[in-house]
T-cell receptor
Framework: EPEVTQTPSHQVTQMGQEVILRCVPI?????FYWYRQILGQKVEFLVS????????KSEIFDDQFSVERPDGSNFTLKIRSTKLEDSAMYFC?????????FGDGTRLSIL | AQSVTQLGSHVSVSEGALVLLRCNYS??????LFWYVQYPNQGLQLLLK??????LVKGINGFEAEFKKSETSFHLTKPSAHMSDAAEYFC????????????FGTGTRLTIIP
């Protein structure tokens, strides 16, 4: 069965550095999402992406965040200047219809 | 806006006993509802979904849930718990149109007692 693939599985970055989290959604999917889960907390919506543009973003998704689908297969989340509070598990998801299919996540640790 | 409330952040049941995890939702329009399971250090795996078809939904691993509009509930049940069911369970809601982003509950950690 096709899967959503996320790389790397764990990213350690110094505060203030830029980080790019990568996702390969399922190939025929049209809607793409990023969520995050701070340790011990619930999963929170960050952004949705459809037809090569952001369709909705949460208040968490401020100017330091950006998303891109640079080619036909990758979907990336960039954090420009990381903060300690960005430490979390980041999940990518994709769908054509419901449900959304999730990747295994990238654990981002900011030092 | 939609929201989800999961009653009980931790639930413990004996192996072989009934599993009942509670979820209540709030939505201004007919919702889609989901249960996801998360094993340690893993991603979110779909257990089952309600998308306005049958109100009793059967999922993987013997789980099922019933959509009750009058009670705004979507509780998850399994007749007989197995040790492998120990995990974190998340209820989620989305609108039935638009980008259909998911709004998650705070999760319930299920422990199975041997």
């Amino acid at each position: 069965e096709p899967e959503v693939t996320q790389t790397p599985s764990h990213q350690v970055t110094q505060m203030g550095q830029e980080v790019i989290l990568r996702c390969v959604p399922i190939s025929n999917h049209l809607y793409f999402y990023w969520y995050r889960q701070i340790l011990g907390q619930k999963v929170e919506f960050l952004v949705s992406f459809y037809n090569n543009e952001i369709s909705e973003k949460s208040e968490i998704f401020d100017d330091q965040f950006s998303v891109e689908r640079p080619d036909g297969s990758n979907f990336t989340l960039k954090i420009r200047s990381t903060k300690l509070e960005d430490s979390a598990m980041y999940f990518c998801a994709s769908r054509v219809n419901q449900p959304q299919h999730f990747g295994d996540g990238t654990r981002l640790s900011i030092l | 806006a939609q929201s989800v409330t999961q009653l009980g952040s931790h639930v413990s049941v004996s192996e072989g006993a009934l599993v009942l995890l509670r979820c209540n939702y709030s939505s201004s329009v007919p919702p889609y509802l989901f249960w996801y399971v998360q094993y340690p250090n893993q991603g979110l795996q779909l257990l089952l979904k309600y998308t306005s078809a049958a109100t009793l939904v059967k999922g993987i691993n013997g789980f099922e849930a019933e959509f009750k509009k009058s009670e705004t509930s979507f509780h998850l049940t399994k007749p007989s718990a197995h040790m492998s069911d120990a995990a974190e369970y998340f209820c989620a809601v989305s609108l039935s149109f638009g980008n259909e982003k998911l709004t998650f509950g705070t999760g319930t950690r299920l422990t199975i007692i041997p």
